[in-house]
């Protein structure tokens, strides 16, 4: 996306395509560190009006902080349980379990109950 862009959105309701880099970054962090097992630090101090190199250059980042947490991850860990805000996640059909949901697309790991 050219960088003078980075502000357009299709009606004011919408997020602007910088909006959208921030937010799936500090949703990249919040819970891929969250599945990984990693302390969620300090969120990145990102703007959608900062320039298009350092809102690339997060995402890059953010997508590192996946990588990181995917590969400390095993087999076994694929379908625990997970807290997140004091609220737990995962176990059940209707619950999220430790891989994410892009992950869920490409391995299926077996369905647990609560128990």
């Not at 937010?23 to 320039?51: F, Q, R, W, Y």
Request: hydrophobic share 35%; aromatic share 2%.
């Amino acid at each position: 996306m050219p960088a003078e862009k980075y502000g357009y959105h299709l009606t004011p309701e919408q997020m602007t395509f910088g909006h959208l880099i921030v937010h799936i970054v500090e949703t990249n962090v919040m819970l891929c560190s969250l599945t990984g097992d990693l302390p969620v630090g300090d969120m990145p101090k990102l703007s959608d009006a900062d320039p298009k190199e350092a809102l690339v250059k997060a995402i890059k980042t953010s997508v590192d902080t996946c990588n990181g947490a995917l590969a400390r991850l095993t087999n076994a860990q694929l379908g625990d349980e997970l807290t997140m805000g004091g609220r737990k996640v995962g176990c059940g059909p209707s619950r999220s379990s430790r891989l994410p949901p892009i992950g869920r697309t490409i391995v299926r790991p077996p369905r647990r109950t609560c128990g």
